[in-house]
Each structure stands twice: as structure tokens, then as C-alpha cells.
């Protein structure tokens, strides 16, 4: 069993264990936000379908009308009208005009437009001021391609991507099952919100909160509840569940004799590392178990969530295929100094702002990973290497948490 090791090194140990999930369901447009997609997508249908036009007047010939002007107008017969999804059916010859509708087709024959803005219409005839051009005519297959790939797997599925296959014409599309992940909490202090607390208990919170932080990644949250520190009952509780495709447990992996999520791994499991040189969140422990991979993270909830983030969130990412990256970094200016940690990489938390044109950032206060008011008010993580403390006015590495 490794201990004590990098982030870095922590990582790759984690994503060796994330297999990407093959199984996919087909999913209605409406249901398909924040899902991921399972399979690429090709068009179904050029876009536009034919050579269309991108404003509302007249269709004619380039050739009738590249001496129109204000004061030397061109007059051509308007031989019909194509109503958006009723085009014309019949071709223009030489000085001749159809009257034509953003989107519509372009008439046989015409090989320019000109706007409405830029004609005089007079009965059955339409004085063109100007030339008529053809760069206001968008070409069949401009936007989409019949057969071309648009969206890949692993795509999250946006507004933008889920109107995008709605245009290619899928009315559903599969999606990549949802990961489930068990989410347990231990400790004889630990109550579930809503039932007294007696002396010296804590209520649960982190199954709440790590429970959301699962669904944000795109997985779904399977409760199992808390168990009190009793490696039978933790054991009962997790086999209970059935097949898993990652397990979380909460709390109880430290050195003390009460933590036993560590006990029962250390007697069934096979430890690939505990503890990284992170903080918050140093004694992370990472395992299989009965055929399944499982993150026991600290029971301290600032913990708990920046461990999920860092590892529980990116080992998702894999599973779902997701070709977005699990966190993003940015640079932003602080306002408060951060002090930093000798040995470990930490992640303070933060307020991020927008100021001035630049992203600013300040403490949320009290760092201990048992202040979870920090997640709550705090927005963003704050990354400072070992040993690099910075002071107000210094430029830092920032997580933004939404
Ligand atoms: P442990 O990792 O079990 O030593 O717990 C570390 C700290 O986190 C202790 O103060 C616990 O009371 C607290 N804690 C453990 N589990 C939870 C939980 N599910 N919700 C909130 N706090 C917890
Ligand atoms: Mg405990």
C-alpha cells in the first residue's frame, strides 16, 4: 500500500480504476440536460436543406441588376411569391423577381437576392436600388452536412447541443447511463438532520452534500444511509446495495482505533494508496472491495467535498467518457493573503468576484476542514502549492466550483 503520496500520483492511481461505461439508454431531447451522450452524432439532413435565402425581398438574376442604383433604378417583373414552407415551384428567366422570405429556398433560376429595404415594390413590378448580390444566399449544407459528425460521445449535453440534435433530427439520442455511486457515512456521533442531537453528535451532512456533488458530476446518488462504528454493520450496510460502480464512504479513515472504514479495507480490501499530501483531506483512502472500487473520504466535511472534487469527480468524468474537463483554472488577483502548508498541496476556500476587469478573490475566513460554511459561502478553490504562501495583490491559481 502506497501512503503519503502526490496528488499527481494519487490521480493516475485513481483513473487506472475509472473504465469507461459502455451502456447507453435512449433519452428524449427534454429529459437530455446535463446528461452525457453516448454515441456520435451524424446529420440526418443537410442545413440549410437547399441554396436559401438570409433576409426578406426579391430573388432575381446577379446579371439583371449590377447597374441598380438610387438614381438609375432596375425594374423587374415579380413573377410570385415563396412564403417560408411553401417555396416557388417555377423558374425566374432574365428580368424577372420573386419575392422571397428569410429561409426560404432560392427560385430556379435566380442566382442573387437583394433586401426589401433596397426595392420599391409597384404592383406586379420591383424597382431594385441596388445590385442584387449572391453572398446573402447561405448554400445547402453551410451549417450541417448529411452524414457529418457534430456531436461526439461524451459530449455534455447543453442547450446548445441538445437544439443542435434536435436540427439534425433526432427526436431522442442515446445517453450514457448515469454511474451510481453509494454514498455511506460513519460514526457513532454521526444523526441524520431531523432527529435530536444528543451531547457530542453531529449531524449528517456529508451524505448531502456529497450527494449533490455526485449528481453536478453527472452520476446517481445512491443512499445508504450511516452506519455507527462497527465494521459488521458497515460491511452489511455497503453488500445490502448490490453492484456498484463506485462506492463512497464518509469519515472513519484515519490512524484511530475507531475508524474502521480503514480497519475492514485493510482485513477485505486491497488499499491502493491512503493518505495524499493534500489539504484538506490528507487521509483519503483509496480501494477495491468486493469487485468495486471505493474512495473513503475523511469524515471533516470540507474534506469530504475537496476530496470528491479533486478525484471522486474526475474518476466520473471518465466512466461517462465526458470530453470536457472535470475543473477548470483560472488566474485571479487575491484580496486576502493565503497562507499555504509546508508539505502539501492546499486548496483554500474563496470568494470569487469580478472586478475591474479581472477576477479577484478573498478568503471565506476559517480554513479548518470542519468549517463547512466555507463551501457554502466560498465559490472557488484557491490551489497553492507546498510551501507558497501569498499575500493581497498577488496573482493565484483558482477553481471555480460552479
Ligand atoms: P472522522 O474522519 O471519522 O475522524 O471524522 C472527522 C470529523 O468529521 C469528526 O469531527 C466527525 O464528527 C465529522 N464527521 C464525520 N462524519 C460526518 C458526517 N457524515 N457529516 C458531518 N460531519 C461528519
Ligand atoms: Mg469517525
Redesign the pocket.
Known amino acids: 500500500m502506497k501512503q503519503n503520496i502526490s496528488l499527481e500520483d494519487a490521480l493516475e492511481v485513481v483513473l487506472g480504476k475509472a473504465l469507461a461505461l459502455e451502456s447507453s439508454q435512449e433519452t428524449p431531447l427534454v429529459s437530455a440536460l446535463g446528461r452525457t451522450l453516448g454515441a456520435d452524432l451524424t446529420a440526418k439532413v443537410n442545413h440549410p436543406d437547399a441554396d436559401d435565402t438570409s433576409l426578406d425581398g426579391y430573388a432575381c438574376l446577379e446579371a439583371d441588376a449590377h447597374s441598380a442604383a438610387v438614381g438609375n433604378p432596375v425594374r423587374l417583373k415579380v413573377i410570385g411569391t415563396s412564403p417560408a414552407g411553401n417555396p416557388f415551384k417555377g423558374t425566374l428567366q432574365h428580368g424577372e423577381a420573386v419575392q422571397v422570405f428569410t429561409g426560404t429556398p432560392v427560385p430556379k433560376g435566380a442566382d442573387a437576392v437583394i433586401r426589401v429595404e433596397d426595392t420599391l415594390r409597384e404592383d406586379e413590378y420591383v424597382w431594385l436600388m441596388r445590385p442584387a448580390s449572391s453572398a446573402d444566399i447561405r448554400r445547402k449544407g453551410d451549417d450541417l452536412q448529411q452524414g457529418s459528425i457534430y456531436l461526439h460521445k461524451g459530449d455534455l449535453l447543453t442547450p446548445g447541443r441538445i437544439g443542435l440534435a434536435a436540427a439534425m433530427g433526432y427526436p431522442s439520442i442515446p445517453t450514457v447511463l448515469r454511474p451510481k455511486v453509494g454514498i455511506i ?3 457513532d ?2 444523526v441524520e438532520p431531523g432527529e435530536p442531537l444528543p451531547y457530542g453528535g ?6 448531502y452534500s456529497i450527494a449533490g456533488l455526485v449528481l453536478e458530476a453527472g452520476g446517481e446518488p445512491v443512499m445508504l444511509g ?1 452506519v455507527s462504528d462497527n465494521i459488521d454493520g458497515l460491511r452489511g450496510q455497503l453488500l445490502r446495495a448490490g453492484k456498484l460502480d463506485l462506492l463512497l464512504t ?5 490512524m ?1 482505533e475507531h ?1 474502521i472504514v480503514r480497519q475492514m479495507l485493510e482485513r477485505e480490501g486491497q488499499i491502493h494508496f491512503w493518505k495524499v499530501r493534500v489539504q484538506p483531506g490528507g ?1 483519503f483512502l483509496f480501494a477495491d472491495w468486493e469487485g468495486m472500487t471505493l474512495m473513503g473520504l ?4 470540507v474534506s469530504a467535498m475537496v476530496i470528491f472534487l479533486l478525484f471522486g469527480r474526475p474518476f466520473l468524468f471518465k466512466l461517462l467518457s465526458r470530453t470536457d474537463p472535470p475543473f477548470t483554472v483560472i488566474k485571479a488577483v487575491t484580496d486576502t493573503p493565503f497562507s499555504s502548508n509546508p508539505t502539501k498541496q492546499v486548496y483554500r476556500r474563496a470568494v470569487l468576484g469580478w472586478k475591474e476587469g479581472r477576477y479577484h478573490v478573498s478568503s471565506t475566513g476559517n480554513q479548518s476542514s ?1 468549517v463547512l460554511r466555507s463551501m457554502a459561502v466560498g465559490n472557488a478553490l484557491v490551489v497553492l502549492a507546498a510551501g507558497k504562501s501569498v499575500g493581497a495583490g498577488d496573482v493565484v491559481e483558482v477553481i471555480p466550483l460552479s
Not at 298 to 301: F, K, Q, S, V, Y
Open positions: 457515512s460513519t460514526g456521533e454521526v453531529v449531524y449528517n451532512s456529508n451524505s450511516k464518509s469519515g472513519g479513515v484515519s484511530g475508524d487521509p475523511p469524515g471533516n466535511p470542519g
